[in-house]
């Protein structure tokens, strides 16, 4: 059988690995963007799975409702609380982010033009509940610096994803979040 992946670093081959024997499984694809290009879940959907794709950015999530009618797709922020949050839109790319630091970075330093607005935020577990999600193959968690909050979020007792992928790098570049963190304690 031919695989061809369409994720950045081949999430979706690994992945695939693992779950090849669940028959229209389940996911939920947090920060999900374009409904092709550097998606994980475009081969699990073009093989009969269905998800949730999250995604708080107007042009992505029109994309996603053409080319995903099976799934649900919920133009609002995951966040560790409900309600607004600050949101910047990193304009027509997947780096749109909650983290001011990173809207500002991309903006200086690479001329990325911003776009700041506030979107409805909700918590993975209450999205788990309002849709009535029965189980979780997997769980994807790309949102460009805001992934712990998404982690927080999320009720494990309710909520039990079989396998959680979350992007553990600084975005654009290769440094692992957790090395950021270190230096961060290491500092006078």
């Not at 949102?143 to 600084?170: H, K, N, Y």
């Amino acid at each position: 059988m031919l695989f061809v992946s369409y994720a950045q670093n081949y999430e979706d081959v690994m992945l695939w690995r693992a779950l090849k024997h669940v028959d229209k499984g389940f996911y939920i694809d947090v920060g999900a963007n374009d409904p092709v290009e550097h998606s994980v879940t475009k081969v699990f959907y073009d093989r009969g799975w269905r998800g949730i794709n999250i995604e708080p950015v107007e042009s992505w999530i029109q994309k996603l409702r053409l080319a995903r009618s099976r799934d649900i797709n919920l133009q609002v922020a995951a966040s560790n609380l409900p309600g607004d949050l600050t949101f910047f839109e990193v304009v027509d790319t997947g780096l749109s982010t909650t983290n001011p630091e990173f809207a500002r970075r991309h903006a200086h330093d690479r001329g990325f033009s911003l776009k700041e607005y506030s979107v409805p935020a909700k918590t993975l577990t209450q999205i788990y509940l309002e849709e009535q999600v029965e189980e979780v193959h997997f769980l994807k968690i790309d949102v460009e610096g805001g992934e712990q909050s998404v982690l927080e979020g999320i009720d494990f007792d309710a909520i039990r994803p079989w396998i959680i992928l979350v992007e553990a790098t600084l975005p654009l570049i290769p440094t692992e979040r957790s090395e950021e963190h270190t230096s961060e304690l290491q500092s006078p």
